[in-house]
C-alpha cells in the first residue's frame, strides 16, 4: 500500500507564503516524477508543476517566479515553495508520484488526499 500525505496548507493573505510537502510512503521501489496540481470546485484540475527523479522541472505559466517545486529522493518527498501569493491560488492542492512498487511493475499514478490553500486579499 502506497500512501501520500499533504501538509502545510491553511490561510494566508494575498502576498504571503506557504511550504506545501508531501511525503510517500509505503512500498516503493522507485519514484519517477513527482508533482503538484491544484482543483477549484467547479474548474477542471491543473498543473501547477512537476519534478524529475533527476531534478528536471516545469511550472504552469501562471506560477512561474513565484512558486518552486524541489524534492528529497531519499525521504521520498516533494515540495511546493509557494511566495508572493494570489487570491486566484485558492485552491485545494494535490501532490501526484509516478512511481513502482516493485522492479517488474509498471508505473503508476499514486494521489494524496489534497490540502486546502485560501489566499485572502
Known amino acids: 500500500q502506497v500512501q501520500l500525505v499533504e501538509s502545510g496548507g491553511g490561510l494566508v493573505q494575498a502576498g504571503g507564503s506557504l511550504r506545501l510537502s508531501c511525503a510517500a510512503s509505503g512500498i516503493i521501489f522507485s519514484i519517477n516524477a513527482m508533482g503538484w496540481y491544484r482543483q477549484v470546485p467547479g474548474k477542471q484540475r491543473e498543473l501547477v508543476a512537476t519534478?524529475?527523479?533527476?531534478?528536471?522541472?516545469n511550472y504552469a505559466d501562471s506560477v512561474k517566479g513565484r512558486f518552486t517545486i524541489s524534492r528529497d529522493n531519499a525521504k521520498n518527498t516533494v515540495y511546493l515553495q509557494m511566495n508572493s501569493l494570489k487570491p486566484e491560488d485558492t485552491a485545494v492542492y494535490r501532490c501526484?508520484?509516478?512511481?513502482?512498487?516493485?522492479?517488474?511493475?509498471?508505473?503508476?499514478?499514486?494521489w494524496g488526499q489534497g490540502t486546502q490553500v485560501t489566499v485572502s486579499s
Open positions: 519534478i524529475t527523479k533527476g531534478g528536471g522541472t
Open positions: 501526484n508520484a509516478e512511481l513502482r512498487i516493485s522492479s517488474w511493475s509498471r508505473l503508476t499514478d499514486y
